[in-house]
């Protein structure tokens, strides 16, 4: 059995995190971070042991069924398991119970035993039972068992870094600067080769575009290190929440999975028989978060794309894959796939997106599998439908890892 470890270290950033705008409105008093049903149910587990017990009721899918909607078989039958890859999630708190979770978890689902370590690198993080803790802490863990979980799934052989940060990300500015000291450690010490995050708040949660965009340096220094970063679209479809948990009312984009240096990952709905099998194609699952950015402009490689989306910034999503509980489990599942790439290659990535969307109209053959069917509206507010092809929704659609794995390491070189 491997042990955890516990890292912590004060790092230093030359970028200022605090932001160069003026804020257009006072900080409202109410501040929140939206979680996940998955993740709100795992909160209320009192042990590690029941928390992995409810993951699949949580994630509405098992292990095997993961494993066969996304064809991963063939390639651990070449050993591409994620041996010698290391899976980072960014998460404010952590669970530093999460060795006994995802060792109960692989125990029960057959899974090899997880290396798994937490890092602190933004300053010690208090345990959820501390004084002064926010109440918060508790889905935060939740949120990490997922990650943590989707990742061992997909990747057994992956390493994982839990890297935790000290204060709660609750929409807008809040907790994102510790997420950068996190980020800019890991390109510092090439620590990991694929970035996870499964959190978002709405670009216009921001008190201004500048405060917005003295984070976009960090995920660029990430890409540069050869680190593949992935975030969540969102769940609440084509809008969002203000800081102060009331609805925008109109269409809106999450950031980080915005941002012109990360892969941002919708949702589906799987339709599996109890073998996994499909019995029909995926759907868009219906909060999945997608539209186009006001903050970010259309990027080079969503040229062709845009002629038919129209879009006249960065959009998103880049792809999809189950996200029934929430995008916070979609991304983890696809930065998996990435690790599988690597460990192909035998390199890191870095920035995917221009050789994915090269990728994508070359379809089944790539390992791209169009999903045709769903859209997104909510609160609403109207969305935007699935279509065939790249659409604004759906991204190029899911993937087949036997055949998308080779594919992208081969766009990549």
Same mark, same amino acid.
């Given at each position: 059995m491997r042990r955890v470890f516990v890292l912590s270290a004060c790092v230093a950033t030359a970028v200022s995190l605090s932001g160069t705008g003026t804020s257009a409105t006072a900080a409202p008093t109410v501040k929140h971070h939206a979680f996940s049903a998955a993740a709100s149910l795992l909160a209320g587990a009192k042990t590690? @042991? @029941?928390? *992995?017990?409810?993951?699949?009721?949580?994630?509405?899918?098992?292990?095997?069924?993961?494993?066969?909607?996304?064809?991963?078989?063939?390639?651990?039958?070449?050993?591409?398991?994620?041996?010698?890859?290391? $899976?980072?999630?960014?998460?404010?708190?952590?669970?530093?119970?999460?060795?006994?979770?995802?060792?109960?978890?692989?125990?029960?689902h057959g899974l090899p035993a997880a290396d798994v370590q937490v890092l602190e690198p933004a300053g010690k993080v208090p *345990?959820?039972?501390? =004084?002064?803790? =926010?109440?918060?802490?508790?889905?935060?863990?939740?949120?990490?068992?997922?990650?943590?979980?989707?990742f061992h799934t997909l990747a057994p052989k992956?390493?994982? $870094?839990?890297?935790?940060?000290?204060?709660? @990300?609750?929409?807008?500015?809040?907790?994102?600067?510790?997420?950068?000291t996190a980020i800019d450690y890991l390109a510092d010490h090439h620590s990991a080769t694929v970035i996870s995050m499964s959190l978002g708040t709405p670009e216009d949660d921001f008190d201004s575009s500048a405060q917005l965009h003295t984070l976009d340096a960090?995920?660029?220094?990430?890409?540069?290190?050869?680190?593949?970063?992935?975030?969540?679209?969102?769940?609440?479809?084509?809008?969002?929440?203000?800081?102060?948990?009331?609805?925008?009312?109109?269409?809106?984009?999450?950031? =980080?999975? *915005?941002?012109?240096? %990360?892969?941002?990952?919708?949702?589906?709905? $799987?339709?599996?028989?109890?073998?996994?099998?499909?019995?029909?194609?995926?759907?868009?699952?219906?909060?999945?978060?997608?539209?186009?950015?006001?903050?970010?402009?259309? =990027?080079?490689?969503? !040229?062709? %794309?845009?002629?038919?989306?129209?879009?006249?910034?960065? !959009?998103l999503p880049d792809i999809s894959l189950l996200g029934t509980s929430g995008t916070s489990q979609s991304s983890p599942l696809f930065a998996a796939v990435v690790a599988l790439a690597s460990q192909k290659a035998g390199k890191g990535l870095g920035f995917i997106n221009p050789a994915l969307y090269a990728l994508g109209s070359g379809g089944t053959a790539k390992g791209i599998v169009d999903v045709t069917s769903g859209s997104n509206g909510y609160n609403g507010v109207p969305g935007y439908s699935a279509a065939t092809g790249f659409d604004i929704v759906s991204g190029w659609g899911t993937v087949d890892a036997a055949k998308f794995v080779p594919a992208l390491v081969q766009q990549i070189g």
């Open positions: 590690p @042991e @029941e928390r *992995a017990a409810l993951t699949d009721r949580a994630l509405a899918a098992t292990v095997n069924k993961l494993q066969v909607a996304y064809n991963t078989k063939p390639l651990f039958d070449q050993g591409i398991d994620g041996t010698g890859t290391v $899976l980072a999630t960014v998460v404010s708190y952590g669970d530093k119970n999460i060795k006994a979770y995802i060792d109960s978890y692989s125990r029960s *345990a959820c039972s501390d =004084p002064g803790t =926010p109440s918060d802490c508790s889905s935060w863990g939740g949120e990490t068992d997922l990650d943590v979980a989707m992956a390493k994982i $870094l839990v890297v935790a940060t000290p204060t709660s @990300e609750t929409q807008g500015m809040d907790g994102f600067p510790d997420m950068m960090h995920f660029k220094k990430a890409t540069d290190a050869g680190i593949t970063v992935t975030a969540s679209s969102g769940d609440d479809g084509s809008t969002g929440t203000k800081k102060d948990d009331t609805p925008w009312g109109k269409k809106v984009v999450s950031f =980080p999975a *915005a941002s012109s240096f %990360v892969t941002a990952v919708g949702g589906t709905v $799987l339709h599996q028989n109890s073998n996994g099998t499909r019995t029909s194609p995926d759907t868009v699952w219906p909060r999945s978060g997608g539209g186009v950015s006001h903050e970010y402009g259309a =990027p080079a490689w969503q !040229s062709e %794309v845009d002629k038919t989306t129209h879009a006249t910034g960065r !959009s």
